[in-house]
């Protein structure tokens, strides 16, 4: 066996430009803020999508704009005349059951790398007297001591405006993200806490400093449900699944980005069963192309090479995931309604189909839809017609009398409601 180098990424987000595909008004609205917010204008965002809709490769890009953004300029049609996007960028990454006092403390644990050593002392000192959380702050480890979220917002902004600062005459202005704001966003209180230092930071004159948060569809309301007023600080940024264009772009400039994938084809048959099957999850597509490409042996991945794909996918990557989204879902009519739906020629599935298929009243087939939508094992694309929320459930139902034939069968012994 020839052992090669696999230029698709299904499980790391995509850093480099030249390999990331679509999202060309998404990424317009991104670098809109960060002119604004050179210009004095802060412009907070929450970017917000499904799981494996491609959300940290979105905010990744950031970084392609302030390391390189000529190319990212060029390729979006912008004219920003001579601003340079000169922004350091600090990011941290929420985790289930972290305080804000974490968060905070990991925003700032990343500020001083970016300084000189020197100048570690005098831009977090305040901070690290006055705040004590049990995190480490420029390698110091510290004890908590708990404070109110507007003590803690005075503090971060006093420490940001000391960093501000040093660094004005040379940057544009700084940008702060938090990954995955979702994970807490109900109970750390970091929705007080944001909405406090973006009121400080207009008060202390800090309006190139902005927020960028990350997390999967509902974080906004999340945060919301603890402090209403968030939703007018932060535009949202929704990611939708890719249409079919952008979808083949991402195959087509992954196979460009490694001069060892550049001669390898995909037949047109295989990419339209691809940008089908993935429903416009670039995390979905990666994962079945990086299969495809490992079963390849004549240069083309065609059919054969992604119908192995397709069974590696759901038979041994995915399969405990996919197995248990399946038990959530239910049996007896709700198992009934996702074979219909996966029997369908289309992921788009109308309403109509199913009820013929499984012999149900539109008022019976009614009610065990809704229950599959509040499962968030559905979803409705538009009036009477739906699809699964995660694409390769379809693909696993599909495959079921194989893999599993209990499972496959929608009379088994669970509970039907």
């Given amino acids: 066996m020839q052992l090669k180098a696999n230029p698709f990424r299904p499980d790391k987000p995509i850093d480099n430009f030249e390999q990331f595909a679509g999202r060309a008004h998404e990424l317009t609205v991104l670098i809109r803020s960060m002119f604004n917010t050179g210009h004095g204008n802060a412009r907070h965002m929450i ?7 491609g959300k940290s490769s979105f905010i990744n890009q950031i970084h392609s704009v302030t390391d390189n953004g000529d190319d990212v300029l060029k390729k979006l049609e912008i004219d920003a005349g001579d601003f340079r996007f000169r922004f350091p960028v600090f990011k941290c990454r929420a985790r289930q059951g972290q305080s804000t006092e974490h968060i905070v403390s990991s925003l700032m644990d990343a500020m001083p790398t970016k300084l000189s050593a020197e100048n570690v002392g005098n831009i977090v000192g305040d901070f690290v007297r006055k705040l004590k959380p049990s995190l480490s702050v420029a390698g110091i480890s510290l004890e908590q001591r708990n404070e109110s979220f507007t003590d803690l ?26 990954d995955e704001i979702d994970t807490v966003a109900e109970t750390s209180g970091i929705a ?38 968030i939703g007018r600080v932060f535009e949202n940024v929704e990611l939708r699944p890719m249409s079919h264009s952008e979808s083949r772009d991402v ?12 001669n390898i084809r995909v037949s047109d048959e295989s990419i339209r069963w691809v940008v089908e099957t993935a429903s416009g999850f670039p995390a979905i597509i990666h994962t079945l192309c990086y299969e495809a490409y490992e079963n390849d042996t004549d240069q083309v991945l065609d059919q054969d090479d992604f119908a192995k794909a397709a069974d590696e996918v759901v038979s041994r990557i995915k399969r405990a995931e996919l197995g248990q989204l399946l038990r959530t879902a239910g049996a007896g009519d709700y198992r009934r309604i996702l074979v219909a739906m996966a029997e369908y020629e289309d992921a788009l599935v109308p309403r109509s189909y199913i009820g013929e298929r499984i012999g149900r009243s539109s008022d019976q087939l009614g009610s065990y839809l809704d229950v599959l939508l509040k499962r968030n094992i559905i979803e409705r694309t538009d009036r009477g017609v739906y699809r699964y929320v995660e694409p390769l459930l379809r693909l696993y139902v599909q495959k079921l009398p194989v893999l599993d034939p209990v499972l496959s069968s929608p009379d088994t012994e669970e509970q039907n409601d």
């Avoid at 970017?47 to 809709?53: K, Y």
């Avoid at 917002?153 to 938090?178: K, M, Y």
């Avoid at 406090?196 to 948060?213: C, K, N, P, R, S």
């Avoid at 195959?251 to 550049?262: A, C, G, K, V, W």
Wanted: charged share 20%.
């Fill in 47 to 53: 970017v917000t999508g499904p799981r494996g809709i």
């Fill in 153 to 178: 917002g005075r503090e971060f902004v006093r420490t940001v405006s000391n960093l501000w600062l040093a660094i004005q005459h040379e940057r544009d202005g700084i940008i702060f993200i938090i």
């Fill in 192 to 229: 007080s806490f944001l909405k406090v230092t973006t009121e400080e930071l207009v008060d202390a004159g800090l309006d190139q400093i902005a927020f960028y948060l990350v997390g999967v569809t509902g974080a906004m309301q999340k945060l919301m449900s603890e402090h209403p007023s």
């Fill in 251 to 262: 195959i087509e400039r992954t196979l460009q980005s490694s001069s060892s994938s550049r």
